[in-house]
């Protein structure tokens, strides 16, 4: 029998019991790839904890009492702790991931050597794994998602480091064809980046008795859903200011974040308060009823890769209102997927109107993402996993 491939997957953005639904797109995608037949995968999952006294804090009380070494969903997560410095330290957080993560990465390679390290975010992961695979010296790969790319690669505390990984990884991927696009022009090799699109589990995520679902989240009339965290990037102000003129529709908001209570506020200013639903941070296993009761999802960032919601929705045969950001265009490529809109109220108006007066079929709208699958995905990370691993 070959030797399976041992992959050290890094990952900063992966669930826990204090925040079971973050990163969650890496642990389905790390699933499939256990799956896949010679894969032995390990996740390292670094928690930051200020130093004290700032460790007290109440927000930190649920990351201090997470587990050093767990089965996570079958999966076996290590998570060795770092010295994160809230709000300055975003320059020195991959030399304090790669500190904290290199004892226990050397043990563990000295008892079962790894053939690879996966980094599942560019920053602060890729600059920490690049260090790490120094000190193992295996090659390692790293992802791009969207905001790791636009936010870091601009930042001068990041911007040097997140280049420098991407000079020495063997192999990098982008959640979609736009956002290679952005690491080129960047600088990076493109010979050195694929397309590697998201997955959909599709015994969640399916076309539903729309009145019905909605019925059980006791609403009537039409429904637009939008998930996702509550910050100004999101933009879910600009839904707000839309319903004024969508009467008698109703807009969910599923997520938390900063930006919550200037929502709540501009709500109540525009007199539609009794239209907005504020749900707050919702299980992802009971996130597929939603969807599938929506007449439209919205999501209008200022910047995405390939939002996985996006999947999600159309799935579920739910069409999409999106800015022209990221992989929108590669998604949405037909009207039956929704629009494609400009960032303001009116134009968010204009499309749900149509898409509203005009309901498009569920069956059709699941057809926008027929390639989309985990299995597939997981085929695709193997494949490069074995080149990179030299036993493909």
Not at 146 to 175: C, N, T, Y
Request: hydrophobic content about 45%.
């Amino acid at each position: 029998m070959t030797d399976p491939v041992r992959v050290l997957t890094l990952a900063t953005l992966f669930p826990h019991a204090a925040k079971p639904n973050f990163g969650i797109f890496v642990e389905r995608q790390t699933a499939g790839l256990v799956q896949q037949d010679g894969f032995d995968v390990t996740v390292i999952n670094p928690v930051g904890i200020p130093p004290w006294p700032l460790s007290l804090n109440a927000r930190y009380k649920d990351l201090r009492r997470l587990p050093a070494d767990e089965n996570w969903r079958g999966l076996s997560v290590h998570r060795p702790r770092f010295t994160l410095l809230p709000k300055i330290g975003s320059a020195i957080n991959p030399r304090m991931i790669a500190a904290a993560v290199i004892p226990l990465a050397k043990k563990l390679h000295a008892a079962r050597p790894f053939d690879l390290i996966d980094a599942e975010f560019f920053y602060p992961d890729g600059p920490a794994a690049m260090r790490i695979a120094e000190a193992l010296n295996i090659p390692f790969t790293i992802k791009a998602r969207g905001s790791d790319i636009h936010h870091h690669a601009q930042e001068r505390s990041s911007g040097a480091q997140l280049m420098d990984a991407a000079g020495k990884a063997a192999h990098m991927f982008a959640v979609s064809e736009a956002l290679k696009r952005d690491m080129v022009s960047l600088g990076m090799d493109e010979a050195k980046i694929s397309r590697h699109y998201t997955g959909i589990d599709r015994s969640k995520f399916y076309p539903r008795d729309r009145p019905a679902e909605k019925a059980k989240l006791g609403i009537s009339g039409q429904l637009i859903l939008s998930v996702g965290a509550l910050i100004t990037r999101k933009q879910q102000d600009l839904l707000i200011r839309a319903l004024p003129e969508l009467p008698g529709v109703t807009l969910m908001l599923v997520g938390s974040g900063e930006a919550a209570s200037m929502y709540r506020q501009l709500a109540s200013d525009i007199g539609v308060a009794d239209r907005v639903i504020f749900s707050g941070p919702v299980a992802h296993d009971d996130l597929p009823p939603m969807f599938a009761a929506a007449d439209i999802f919205a999501l209008t960032s200022v910047s995405e890769g390939l939002a996985n919601v996006w999947v999600e929705a159309l799935a579920s045969g739910t069409p999409v209102i999106a800015s022209n950001v990221g992989g929108a265009p590669e998604l949405l490529r037909a009207p039956e997927a929704g629009r494609i809109v400009e960032q303001t109220p009116s134009a968010i108006v204009a499309a749900a109107r149509e898409l509203l007066n005009t309901p498009i079929s569920q069956d059709q709208v699941l057809e926008q993402v027929a390639e989309f699958s985990w299995d597939r995905n997981a085929q695709q990370l193997a494949a490069a996993f074995r080149r990179v691993a030299g036993k493909g």
